[in-house]
């Protein structure tokens, strides 16, 4: 940190070249209305429940909810899907393989039920080791893969079954057919449980579309797709736009642009088109902490944080004048954009302001 009177700082950061480019974006329109899209997607929802309601044997739910979530639609089911997971939890799959197993323990672990890792000893030997029959099954080694990253600590079954999995999969990795060599790839890159969901829907969508399918499940995913993708883009021209006017006020030369980032971490965890209003939040929560910390650590003197971090624990209006004339403009930027927040909070959205504010805070 610098000391004495603030100075030029020594370094700047290299602009985005995504501001003025999604700033100025004009999303395509979408084949169909929006009206058209809405009712037919309705449509295609009613099918889809129907098809969960049906499908009486669980092995077929279990596979039937593994498409769902792959293909990104399964947050528009979510009261059916936990019928079936009550039922899957309830069931016990007797001489089941692999796969069958492992998809079980991974449905039930992510959405929060327990599932002990003892359901994997029936592929292992009396002296601890994996039997070797598994080896020659890619896709059950796949989900057993997938399935030991919803461990927790000090699982050493579930350990030692992600080591074997890894190690049998990279070896087998080069010789295997699509779509399944592509998933494994993916897979030993970055594992189904930690992906970016919304990249892997991409994926999944164009594999599922070359595998025998069910056609309603595809229509919807590729509706659901291109909605979401419609939305995303219009919300990034608004933020970007937001950036620009904001960074604009408050002209610091030494603060990164990092908005479309921001935005982009806040679409893995709130992809979905209902939370236009929570990505907006985060994204601009992200461009503030950011903003604090290149202050903090690039340019303010000693004098100058203590002074920054006595306005912000004041939260007030007044407290301006005890701040440097470079920093002014962003105090009541930083006051401005929370107010906005706040005005703009729909009723239907329970969320204490204060959170907010304690995250900037206590930085």
């Known amino acids: 940190m610098a000391s004495g009177v603030a100075t030029t700082p020594e370094f700047t950061y290299e602009p985005s070249p995504w501001i003025d480019f999604f700033a100025a974006y004009e999303p395509l329109p979408l084949q169909g209305s929006l009206e058209w899209i809405t009712n037919r997607a309705d449509e295609l929802k009613e099918d889809i429940r129907v098809l969960l309601s049906t499908r009486k044997n669980t092995t077929e739910r279990m596979f039937l909810l593994d498409t769902l979530q792959h293909l990104g639609i399964d947050c528009h089911f979510e009261e059916q899907i936990n019928v079936v997971l009550r039922q899957i939890l309830e069931s016990e799959i007797s001489n089941s393989n692999l796969h069958e197993v492992s998809l079980r323990f991974q449905l039930l672990r992510e959405k929060g039920h327990w599932v002990s890792p003892d359901v994997f000893n029936k592929f ?74 919304r ?14 399918h069910t056609l309603i499940l595809l229509e919807l995913a590729k509706l659901d797709f291109n909605l979401q993708q419609h939305v995303h883009l219009k919300e990034l021209k608004a933020i970007t736009r937001w950036w620009k006017d904001f960074s604009g006020c408050i002209r610091l030369s030494f603060i990164r642009d990092r908005v479309v980032e921001g935005f982009t971490w806040a679409s893995v965890l709130f992809y979905d088109t209902g939370f236009e209003f929570v990505r907006s939040i985060i994204t601009k929560m992200i461009v503030l902490i950011t903003t604090l910390d290149d202050i903090y650590d690039n340019h303010a003197t000693l004098e100058d944080c203590r002074k920054l971090h006595e306005a912000i624990q004041r939260w007030d209006h007044s407290a301006v004048s005890i701040l440097p004339k470079y920093l002014k403009k962003f105090y009541m930027e930083m006051l401005r954009t929370f107010q906005n927040i706040e005005v703009a909070m729909p009723i239907n959205i329970n969320y204490d302001m204060a959170h907010l504010k304690r995250a900037v805070i206590y930085i």
């Not at 990249?199 to 025998?212: N, P, T």
């Open 124 to 197: 292992r030997s009396e002296d601890g080791s994996f039997i070797r029959d598994i080896i020659n099954d890619p896709k059950g080694l796949l989900s057993l893969y997938n399935a030991t990253h919803l461990l927790v600590h000090g699982e050493k079954t579930l350990e030692e079954a992600m080591d074997f999995s890894r190690h049998h999969l990279k070896l087998m990795s080069g010789s295997l057919k699509f779509p399944l060599d592509k998933q494994v790839q993916r897979a030993l890159c970055i594992p189904l449980p930690r992906t970016n969901k």
């Open 199 to 212: 990249v892997e829907m991409m994926h999944c969508i164009l594999e599922y579309e070359q595998e025998d």
